[in-house]
């Protein structure tokens, strides 16, 4: 039932992301950064943790968890050092992932060739 659950969730921000690409202007880099707020705006209500539990890997590995894990930083940072950590903290929870993103790219770049 965990992977029909989180092929589930993750197709439906799937299929909201292709809905709002066929019927606006919009670009994928920006639904990229709408999904990143909308998903710490549901960590800021407490939703998020919920589909995570429900959802499993189908909310984790997609964009919005970046907006989730940015929240996290945030409230962690800012229990520890106040208003400066708010910024500290930022990207404490993800930078693994950000990391592992530069990495991993570097490698295909050097392996891959683009097309002309």
Known sequence: MKFFNAF???????FIAQIILDNTKLTPGHITSLFTVLGSGLAFLGIYEKLIEWGGAGATVIISNF????YLGVVEGFKEMGILGVFGGLLVKSSAAISAAVIFSFFF??????KS
């Open 8 to 14: 589930l969730l993750s197709g439906i921000f799937c």
């Open 67 to 70: 907006g989730n894990m940015l």
């Open 109 to 114: 770049a050097l392996f891959f060739k683009p």
